[in-house]
C-alpha cells in the first residue's frame, strides 16, 4: 500500500511554478508545510517557487506568513517549524513566455543536478507547453527530474494528446505525474484497502449481489471568480471525466496483482475501456444537464450562474450532470452506475454508495418492508467515514427488524489531523511512485468515453435544464435513476 512512510526522501529541488496562485497557497505549500512539521522533508529540501509577479525572496515568504496562516488551523500551526520552514522557501519573478526569463532558475539549480528535481505546474493549462520547453531550453531537464501537472489536461481526447505529445518531447513517460487529486484522499485508498484487505467484501463485489452503484460529487459553491474559465468547460470536463471517473474505476477495477504502479493502472484502464460508450440518442438518454438559477441557502440568497458577469447571457454551459454508465464486464453486466455532479447543490458532499440486492425471501416483518436493502456508503466529505447499513432486530419482546448504520468515522478511530490529499501526492512525486497518479493511456481512455457524450449533447442541442440553488439539481435526475426503479440516495 501506498502509505506515507518515515522513509526518508532523497535531497530535492520542488519548482513551484504558479507558486503566487489559490491552490499554491491554499493547497501545496501547507502540503509541503506539514511534511516538514513531520520531518519528513530533508534538510536539504528546497522549495523555488515562481510567478509573474516582481518581488524578492523575503516579500515571498512575508506574503505567505499572512495568506497561508489563514489555512492552518490555529492548533496545526508551530511558529518554531514555520519559521524554519520558510527557511527552506525562494522566490524568482519568471515569465514563462520569455526563454530568457528562466536565467534565475538556472542560477539556482546550478551545481544540484544529482539532486531530484520536480516541476510542479500550478499554473493555467495554456501555459504547460511553454513551460516544458522553457524548462527544456534552458538545459534544466536532468536524469532525476519529474514534471507534475495540474488538471484539466486538455478538453478532449485530440486536445490531452496534443499536450501528451509536447510534454513527451522532453520528458518520458516515468518523469511525467498526472494528478487527480481524488486519489490523495484517505478514503478512497481505503477503499483499496477495504476491497482488498479484507475478505468480507470481494466475494460480494459484483453483480450477483450488488444492485446499483451511486457516485456523488456535489458543491454548494458556485463557479464564483472561475466563470470565464467554467464556461469554456463544463461539469463534465471539469468533474466526470477526471475525479468522478477515477472514483468509479478504483472502485470497479479487478485486484491487482500488486501495489505496483503499473499493476494498479493497468487494472484501473481496463475498466475505463469496458465502460459501454454512450453515443448519439443513447447519450441524451443516459444523461442529465443542469445549470442554476438563484436561489438561497440558510445564509442568505445567492445569484444564478448567468447572472455571473464573466458568463454570456445565453450560455448553455452545464454546471450539473448525471449520468447513468454500465461496465461491461463479467463482473459488472447489469449494474448501473449512477454518476452526478453539479455546484451550487444543497450541501458538499461526496460519496459513494452500493446497494446490494433485497434478499430474496423475508422471514421477519420490517418496519419499512427492506424498501432499502444493505447499503455501504463511502464518504469522502464533509467527513471521511464509512457506513454499512444492516438490519437487525430491534431491542424488545417482537421481532421487527429495524435499519442500523455500522459506522466508521476516521476522524474518531485515528483522532488525529486529517492530512490534506496532497500531501501525500508531492512526497510520493518526490519520492518518485507514480502509483496513485494517471498514466497517459488512461488520460486518453476517459476522454474517449466523455468525448461522445459531449458531442451528443451539441448533435441534438440538449441544452441544461435550469435548477434552483441550493436543492439537488433539476427534476430530470430524479426521472434518469427512477427509470430504474430507484432513487438518489439522501439522507
Ligand atoms: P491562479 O490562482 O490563477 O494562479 C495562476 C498562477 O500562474 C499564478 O501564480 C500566476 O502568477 C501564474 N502565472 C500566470 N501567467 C504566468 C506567466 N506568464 N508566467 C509565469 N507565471 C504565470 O490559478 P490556481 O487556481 O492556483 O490554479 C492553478 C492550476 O491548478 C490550474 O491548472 C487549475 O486548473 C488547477 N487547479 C486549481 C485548483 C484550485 O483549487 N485552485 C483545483 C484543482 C486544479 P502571478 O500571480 O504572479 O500572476
Same mark, same amino acid.
Given at each position: 500500500m501506498?502509505l506515507i512512510?518515515?522513509?526518508?526522501?532523497?535531497?530535492?529541488?520542488?519548482?513551484?511554478?504558479?507558486?503566487?496562485?489559490?491552490?499554491?497557497?491554499?493547497?501545496?505549500?501547507?502540503?509541503?508545510? %506539514?511534511?516538514?512539521?513531520?520531518?519528513?522533508?530533508?534538510?536539504?529540501?528546497?522549495?523555488?517557487?515562481?510567478?509573474?509577479?516582481?518581488?524578492?525572496?523575503?516579500? %515571498?515568504?512575508?506574503?505567505?506568513?499572512?495568506?497561508?496562516?489563514?489555512?492552518?488551523? $490555529?492548533?496545526?500551526? $508551530? $511558529?518554531?517549524?514555520?519559521?524554519?520552514?520558510?527557511?527552506?522557501?525562494?522566490?524568482? &519573478?519568471?515569465?514563462?513566455?520569455?526563454?530568457?526569463?528562466?536565467?534565475?532558475?538556472?542560477?539556482?539549480?546550478?551545481?544540484?543536478?544529482?539532486?531530484?528535481?520536480?516541476?510542479?505546474?500550478?499554473?493555467?493549462?495554456?501555459?504547460?507547453?511553454?513551460?516544458?520547453?522553457?524548462?527544456?531550453?534552458?538545459?534544466?531537464?536532468?536524469?532525476?527530474?519529474?514534471?507534475?501537472?495540474?488538471?484539466?489536461?486538455?478538453?478532449?481526447?485530440?486536445?490531452?494528446?496534443?499536450?501528451?505529445?509536447?510534454?513527451?518531447?522532453?520528458?518520458?513517460?516515468?518523469?511525467?505525474?498526472?494528478?487527480?487529486?481524488?486519489?490523495?484522499k484517505e478514503t478512497v485508498q481505503n477503499l483499496l484497502a477495504l476491497r482488498?484487505g479484507n475478505?468480507f467484501f470481494?466475494?460480494?463485489?459484483?453483480?450477483?449481489?450488488?444492485?446499483? @452503484?451511486?457516485?456523488?460529487?456535489?458543491?454548494?459553491?458556485?463557479?464564483?471568480?472561475?466563470?470565464?474559465?467554467?464556461?469554456?468547460?463544463? &461539469?463534465?470536463?471539469?468533474?466526470?471525466?477526471?475525479?468522478?471517473?477515477?472514483?468509479?474505476?478504483?472502485?470497479?477495477?479487478?485486484?491487482?496483482?500488486?501495489?505496483?504502479?503499473?499493476?494498479?493502472?493497468?487494472?484501473?484502464?481496463? @475498466?475505463?475501456?469496458?465502460?459501454?460508450?454512450?453515443?448519439?440518442?443513447?447519450?441524451?438518454?443516459?444523461?442529465?444537464?443542469?445549470?442554476?438559477?438563484?436561489?438561497?441557502?440558510?445564509?442568505?440568497?445567492?445569484?444564478?450562474?448567468?447572472? *455571473?458577469?464573466?458568463?454570456?447571457?445565453?450560455?448553455?454551459?452545464?454546471? %450539473?450532470?448525471?449520468?447513468?454508465?454500465?461496465?461491461?464486464?463479467?463482473?459488472?453486466?447489469?449494474?448501473?452506475?449512477?454518476?452526478?455532479?453539479?455546484?451550487?447543490? $444543497?450541501?458538499?458532499?461526496?460519496e459513494?454508495?452500493? *446497494?446490494?440486492?433485497?434478499?430474496?425471501?423475508?422471514? %421477519?416483518? /420490517?418496519?419499512?418492508?427492506?424498501?432499502?436493502?444493505?447499503?455501504l456508503i463511502i464518504r469522502l466529505q464533509p467527513e471521511e467515514s464509512i457506513r454499512m447499513r444492516?438490519?437487525?432486530?430491534?431491542?424488545?419482546?417482537?421481532?421487527?427488524?429495524?435499519?442500523v448504520h455500522l459506522n466508521l468515522d476516521f476522524n474518531d478511530v485515528f483522532q488525529k489531523r486529517k492530512m490534506?490529499a496532497?500531501?501525500r501526492?508531492?512526497?510520493?512525486?518526490?519520492?518518485?511512485?507514480?502509483?496513485?497518479?494517471?498514466?497517459?493511456?488512461?488520460?486518453?481512455?476517459?476522454?474517449?468515453?466523455?468525448?461522445?457524450?459531449?458531442?451528443?449533447?451539441?448533435?441534438?442541442?440538449?441544452?441544461?435544464?435550469?435548477? /434552483?440553488?441550493?436543492?439537488?439539481?433539476?427534476?430530470?435526475?430524479?426521472?434518469?435513476?427512477?427509470?430504474?426503479?430507484?432513487?438518489?440516495?439522501?439522507?
Amino acid at each position: 500500500m501506498n502509505l506515507i512512510s518515515n522513509e526518508s526522501l532523497q535531497p530535492f529541488d520542488f519548482i513551484l511554478f504558479g507558486g503566487t496562485g489559490d491552490l499554491s497557497i491554499r493547497k501545496l505549500i501547507p502540503a509541503l508545510y %506539514f511534511r516538514h512539521c513531520e520531518k519528513q522533508l530533508p534538510d536539504d529540501g528546497r522549495i523555488i517557487a515562481s510567478g509573474r509577479t516582481a518581488m524578492d525572496t523575503a516579500e %515571498f515568504r512575508a506574503k505567505l506568513d499572512v495568506e497561508v496562516r489563514e489555512h492552518i488551523s $490555529e492548533q496545526d500551526f $508551530e $511558529e518554531e517549524a514555520w519559521q524554519a520552514f520558510l527557511e527552506r522557501i525562494q522566490y524568482y &519573478a519568471v515569465d514563462v513566455n520569455d526563454v530568457a526569463a528562466y536565467q534565475p532558475l538556472v542560477d539556482a539549480l546550478k551545481g544540484r543536478e544529482d539532486h531530484v528535481r520536480v516541476f510542479y505546474l500550478s499554473v493555467a493549462p495554456s501555459l504547460f507547453t511553454q513551460i516544458t520547453n522553457g524548462v527544456h531550453e534552458a538545459g534544466l531537464i536532468t536524469a532525476n527530474s519529474r514534471v507534475a501537472l495540474e488538471k484539466p489536461l486538455g478538453r478532449d481526447e485530440k486536445s490531452a494528446e496534443e499536450i501528451n505529445d509536447r510534454l513527451s518531447d522532453v520528458f518520458s513517460e516515468e518523469q511525467i505525474y498526472r494528478i487527480d487529486h481524488y486519489l490523495g484522499k484517505e478514503t478512497v485508498q481505503n477503499l483499496l484497502a477495504l476491497r482488498f484487505g479484507n475478505a468480507f467484501f470481494e466475494p460480494l463485489w459484483r453483480a450477483e449481489h450488488i444492485s446499483d @452503484v451511486q457516485i456523488t460529487i456535489a458543491e454548494s459553491l458556485g463557479v464564483d471568480s472561475r466563470g470565464a474559465f467554467y464556461d469554456q468547460t463544463g &461539469a463534465l470536463r471539469d468533474m466526470v471525466q477526471n475525479h468522478l471517473l477515477q472514483l468509479l474505476v478504483i472502485l470497479a477495477m479487478e485486484p491487482p496483482v500488486s501495489m505496483d504502479p503499473d499493476a494498479v493502472r493497468d487494472e484501473k484502464i481496463k @475498466v475505463l475501456r469496458a465502460l459501454k460508450p454512450l453515443t448519439g440518442i443513447d447519450a441524451i438518454e443516459n444523461s442529465v444537464r443542469g445549470q442554476y438559477k438563484a436561489g438561497a441557502y440558510k445564509d442568505g440568497p445567492v445569484p444564478g450562474y448567468l447572472d *455571473n458577469a464573466d458568463i454570456p447571457d445565453d450560455s448553455t454551459t452545464e454546471t %450539473f450532470v448525471a449520468l447513468r454508465a454500465e461496465i461491461a464486464s463479467w463482473r459488472w453486466a447489469g449494474v448501473p452506475f449512477f454518476l452526478r455532479t453539479g455546484k451550487r447543490l $444543497e450541501s458538499k458532499t461526496t460519496e459513494i454508495v452500493i *446497494n446490494f440486492k433485497k434478499i430474496p425471501h423475508s422471514i %421477519f416483518p /420490517t418496519a419499512d418492508g427492506f424498501s432499502i436493502p444493505n447499503q455501504l456508503i463511502i464518504r469522502l466529505q464533509p467527513e471521511e467515514s464509512i457506513r454499512m447499513r444492516i438490519y437487525v432486530k430491534a431491542w424488545g419482546d417482537d421481532i421487527e427488524l429495524q435499519p442500523v448504520h455500522l459506522n466508521l468515522d476516521f476522524n474518531d478511530v485515528f483522532q488525529k489531523r486529517k492530512m490534506i490529499a496532497y500531501e501525500r501526492l508531492l512526497l510520493d512525486i518526490i519520492r518518485g511512485n507514480p502509483t496513485l497518479f494517471m498514466r497517459r493511456d488512461e488520460v486518453a481512455a476517459a476522454w474517449a468515453w466523455i468525448d461522445p457524450i459531449q458531442e451528443a449533447w451539441e448533435q441534438y442541442q440538449y441544452s441544461p435544464k435550469s435548477y /434552483t440553488a441550493g436543492t439537488w439539481g433539476p427534476g430530470a435526475a430524479n426521472a434518469l435513476i427512477s427509470k430504474d426503479g430507484l432513487r438518489w440516495h439522501e439522507d
